[in-house]
């Protein structure tokens, strides 16, 4: 698809953005940072990350980058196939950090989509964690043509571990958001969304979200609190550096919240947006920089 260079800036600034907010939040996480606590990209919170490292949020977004910039269309037994075989040489690559509900999907080491799908829905117990609404972003890249597909695409992706309703609606609701940002500049895209997916339960919880504090969801480890903490940081901020220290200062699994609102954020901002000492900082699985990133965006939305 043939981008404005506007769109292409907003294009870029999905996976930059993404990143950002993962690493900024990766210090802080299970914390609460107060209101005279710095908020930078510092490194070290639970797992010790570097300065600028992203965590597994990032890591699976680039794989599911990855898959979509080798065969494009995520929707197919091949696209979906491509990432079950990208999520496994992540897991190969013995992350320090992953999901449980994600671990116990992985650790099985499945090459198939289906196969993946499958032991995905079959897990026991609650099944709707925020760990496929973290690397949703990636997929709006690839159906910037196709509105359709792209909400499609998004169920799909997350049913590969994520084999819950709330969690696939999460998706395509946020992804559908990404896609029309990066093609209009504006967050109008996740209200239109909703007509795709359960309105009654979703339009509530976006009004709370802009009407109400942190506080009222947060359990953010459970994708609809962390969709409500990413769109209440959005809605309370002007710019896009402004809304991911929100993202992180509501607390708790703040590198996901942030790594959310970080996807919308640079899908509205661009990656022009993304400040430039966070940019020279940024790096993760696979051995990547955020030149890379921006390398592996070109390459999705080429095909």
Known sequence: MELTPEQADRAAGVLLGTAAGDALGAGYEFTHPGPDVEIRMKGGGAFQWAPGEWTDDT????????????????????????????????????????????????????????????????????????????????????????????????????????????????????????????????????REALSQVDTGFWEPLLDKAESGAPSDFAKNGWVVHALQTAWWAITHAETLPAALELAVRAGGDTDTTAAIAGGLLGARWGASAVPVEWRELLHGYPGYAAADLDTLTRQIVAR
């Open 59 to 190: 890591s699976m977004a680039v794989a599911v980058a990855c898959a979509a910039a080798r065969v494009g269309d995520l929707c197919s037994p091949e696209g979906l196939d491509a990432v079950a075989a990208e999520f496994v040489a992540w897991w190969d690559a013995k992350p320090v950090d992953i999901g449980n509900q994600t671990r116990q999907v992985l650790e099985h080491r499945d090459r198939t989509g289906r196969a993946m799908q499958l032991r995905a829905h079959d897990l026991p117990g609650l099944k709707a964690g925020n760990g496929s609404l973290m690397r949703t972003a990636p997929v709006a890249l690839a159906y910037l043509d196709n509105a359709e597909k792209c909400g499609k695409a998004a169920k799909l992706v997350s049913s590969l571990t994520h084999y819950d309703m709330q969690a696939m609606q999460a998706c395509k609701l946020w992804t559908l958001g990404i896609r029309h940002a990066v093609l209009f500049g504006t967050y109008d895209g996740l």
